[in-house]
């Protein structure tokens, strides 16, 4: 089984739909029961990867291998790769400093350099416990006044943390490709990445997403439907989550395609990296587009 860590940086708002709910959302994005944190689900993943497959560059003929047969396939088995679940990492806040800051958390980082390890992919982070309303940084411009952070409309108490300053660079260097057209935002990730306190951090995590308005259309008069006004919630673009991809060996009978381990990863891996790929609903309008980055 060979394992490797995939990052997602969103360029666009990403819509992976959690299905209606009773709120005000309308349509809402997938969120993690425990942790109330925006995720992509594996399945979601997989689909799309498979659904653009030869547009990145794949193989037809690898597809079934790779990801299973169609149902009503005489050749049923399972697929070689499979996907784990995207976990948030980190997520644009507005700041009334540099526009925006990559906000994050104790735990979402720790979970993070769990996932990195089990993918043979070790860090040495040395997390920072940040109490309730208090900020952990590596940049003073992002700060409003000597010890002042203004997020949104809340303030946090601020400490420059050379700890957080090691992880926002490894962190950089590990979720962007390493290509001239990222160098900003990959110099922004290892400078303006903050760290506050778990329950703060779920605060932004449940309202720092894009709510969107829609009108139905009535298409015999062209004019809004009654009713037809519904609220649908998107990951923000500069949104970075981190996922777990396995390989194995190819199953069933594919003439001379028994593929290992290491070839199916080579494969997905040549795919995927520092590629976009399209998640979620709404690709008509431009919503789902993610830089995918397999480090290592």
Same mark, same amino acid.
């Given at each position: 089984?060979?394992?490797?860590?995939?990052?997602?940086?969103?360029?666009?708002?990403?819509?992976?739909?959690?299905?209606?709910?009773?709120?005000?959302?309308?349509?809402? %994005?997938?969120?993690?029961?425990?942790?109330?944190?925006?995720?992509?689900?594996?399945?979601?993943?997989?689909?799309?990867?498979?659904?653009? &497959?030869?547009?990145?560059?794949?193989?037809?003929?690898?597809?079934?291998?790779? &990801?299973?047969?169609?149902?009503?396939?005489?050749?049923?088995?399972?697929?070689?790769?499979?996907?784990?679940?995207?976990?948030?990492?980190? !997520?644009? /806040?507005?700041?009334?400093?540099?526009?925006?800051?990559?906000?994050?958390?104790?735990?979402?980082?720790?979970?993070?350099?769990?996932?990195?390890?089990?993918?043979?992919?070790?860090?040495?982070?040395?997390?920072?416990?940040?109490?309730?309303?208090?900020?952990?940084?590596?940049?003073?411009?992002?700060?409003?006044?000597?010890?002042?952070?203004?997020?949104?409309?809340?303030? &946090?108490?601020?400490?420059?943390?050379?700890?957080?300053?090691?992880?926002?660079?490894? !962190?950089?260097?590990?979720?962007?490709?390493?290509?001239?057209?990222?160098?900003? &935002?990959?110099?922004?990730?290892?400078?303006? !990445?903050? /760290?506050?306190?778990?329950?703060?951090? +779920?605060?932004?995590?449940?309202?720092?997403?894009?709510?969107?308005?829609?009108?139905?259309?009535?298409?015999?008069?062209?004019?809004? +439907?009654?009713?037809?006004?519904?609220?649908?919630?998107?990951?923000?673009?500069?949104?970075?989550? %981190?996922?777990?991809?396995?390989?194995?060996?190819?199953?069933?009978?594919?003439?001379?395609?028994?593929?290992?381990?290491?070839?199916?990863?080579?494969? /997905?891996?040549?795919?995927?990296?520092?590629? !976009?790929?399209?998640?979620?609903?709404?690709?008509?309008?431009?919503?789902?587009?993610?830089?995918?980055?397999?480090?290592?």
């Amino acid at each position: 089984m060979e394992k490797a860590p995939l990052f997602l940086y969103a360029v666009s708002p990403v819509h992976a739909g959690g299905g209606q709910a009773t709120g005000l959302i309308d349509n809402p %994005i997938q969120r993690e029961c425990h942790t109330g944190h925006p995720c992509i689900a594996g399945s979601g993943l997989k689909g799309a990867v498979r659904h653009g &497959f030869e547009q990145l560059g794949g193989k037809r003929e690898h597809i079934d291998p790779l &990801f299973g047969p169609e149902s009503g396939s005489s050749n049923l088995h399972a697929g070689a790769l499979s996907f784990g679940d995207a976990q948030t990492v980190a !997520l644009p /806040v507005r700041s009334l400093k540099g526009g925006y800051v990559y906000a994050t958390c104790p735990q979402a980082l720790a979970r993070a350099q769990r996932l990195l390890a089990l993918c043979h992919q070790r860090v040495n982070w040395s997390i920072p416990e940040v109490p309730e309303g208090h900020a952990h940084l590596v940049n003073p411009a992002c700060l409003s006044t000597d010890q002042a952070l203004h997020l949104e409309a809340h303030e &946090f108490r601020a400490k420059m943390s050379p700890e957080v300053h090691a992880i926002a660079e490894q !962190l950089a260097a590990l979720a962007l490709p390493a290509d001239p057209i990222h160098d900003y &935002f990959r110099n922004k990730l290892s400078q303006d !990445l903050v /760290v506050l306190n778990d329950h703060d951090f +779920s605060h932004f995590a449940e309202h720092a997403m894009v709510i969107e308005p829609h009108v139905r259309i009535d298409p015999k008069t062209g004019t809004a +439907s009654d009713g037809g006004l519904f609220y649908t919630e998107n990951l923000p673009p500069e949104s970075l989550l %981190i996922a777990p991809v396995m390989a194995g060996a190819t199953r069933g009978s594919h003439g001379d395609l028994p593929l290992d381990a290491g070839f199916v990863m080579a494969k /997905v891996r040549a795919v995927l990296h520092s590629d !976009l790929l399209q998640v979620g609903g709404d690709a008509t309008t431009g919503r789902g587009l993610l830089i995918c980055h397999m480090p290592g």
